[in-house]
Structures are given as structure tokens and as C-alpha cells.
């Protein structure tokens, strides 16, 4: 009697043994399953707010420039492969083309720019951006007149490696 109670308790103790092992292997893999980590990084975080308020401010920087008929300044957020598209012009690419392009625009008697940002929307990857809204152009034409342009814009923006936002492309066109 003592042999047979001891074999069964040998039996049950594999039994037990194994019960225990496979559960916990269940619950291990329910618990890598369920992770919010790929690759054991975790994801990184949603910075989108913060990218938005510095495309927003840095569109703040170039209208400071405009104003103040400020070359280096008004072109300081474009990329050097930068393209800009405007109305009635060539597409400036590169930074020295853009640079000549604003610099024909500051130079015009009477510039008041007005920007209107409607949005800017960051890509889930944070990577990318795009800015979108109205502008106002008023000048002084070769009579001294008053002359108004209105239209809309669209830039889009790419994040540097360091952090910063710089624009990569620039369009607009006018309502007219």
C-alpha cells in the first residue's frame, strides 16, 4: 500500500508540475501578447501638439521677416532643396532661387503680408506636416495706388533631424 500511494503521489506531483509550467507559459505569452511593445522599444510619443506649435512659430518667424523686409530671416525655415510655386513665376528650387524669389517680393513699395493659418496637420509618424490657410498681399502698384492680392497657400514641412521643422514645398495661388 505504501509503494502504490507513493507511486500516485509521484504521479500527481508530474501532473501538478506540468499544470503549473503550462500555465504559466499561457499566461507569459498573454503577456507579451498584450504589450504595447514592438520589438522591446516602446512607442515613442505622440508629439504632434508640440510639432504644431513650432511649424506655428516658425511661420511667425518668416511673417516677422516679411515684415520687416528681412531676407535672411523671412527665408530661414525653408530647406536648401526647398521648392516654392508661385503664381506666374518659374518654381524656385533650391534656396538661392527661393531667396531671389522673396527678394523680388521685398522689394515691392507698400509689401504688407498677412498670413491666416486654417490648419496644420502633423502625420502620425511626425515626420511630415502641412500647413494650410489664406494670405493677403497689399502694395503699392507704379501709380501709388493701393493693390490688394488674396488667396491660399500650402506648405508643407518635414522634420529635421535635430528636431526642428523646416518647409520642404510651398505653393499658392491667388483667389483671383
Known amino acids: 500500500m505504501f509503494v502504490a500511494d507513493r507511486g500516485e503521489d509521484q504521479t500527481m506531483s508530474h501532473a501538478r508540475s506540468w499544470l503549473v509550467a503550462s500555465f504559466s507559459a499561457v499566461v507569459a505569452l498573454a503577456g507579451a501578447g498584450c504589450s504595447n511593445q514592438t520589438g522591446g522599444t516602446a512607442a515613442p510619443a505622440d508629439t504632434r501638439a508640440a510639432d504644431e506649435a513650432a511649424i506655428r512659430a516658425a511661420t511667425g518667424t518668416f511673417d516677422q521677416g516679411i515684415a520687416a523686409k528681412d531676407l535672411d530671416k523671412a527665408v530661414s525655415s525653408y530647406q536648401d532643396d526647398a521648392v516654392l510655386f508661385a503664381p506666374k513665376a518659374p518654381a524656385a528650387v533650391g534656396i538661392a532661387a527661393i531667396r531671389e524669389a522673396w527678394k523680388g517680393l521685398l522689394g515691392v513699395p507698400g509689401l504688407k503680408m ?63
Do not use: M
Open 114 to 176: 498677412t498670413l491666416n493659418i486654417a490648419s496644420v496637420d502633423i502625420a502620425r509618424s511626425g515626420d511630415l506636416a502641412v500647413e494650410r490657410g489664406t494670405f493677403q498681399i497689399d502694395t503699392t502698384d507704379k501709380d501709388g495706388k493701393p493693390a490688394s492680392e488674396l488667396g491660399h497657400f500650402v506648405i508643407a514641412w518635414k522634420k529635421q533631424a535635430d528636431g526642428s521643422w523646416k518647409v520642404t514645398a510651398d505653393t499658392n495661388a491667388d483667389d483671383k
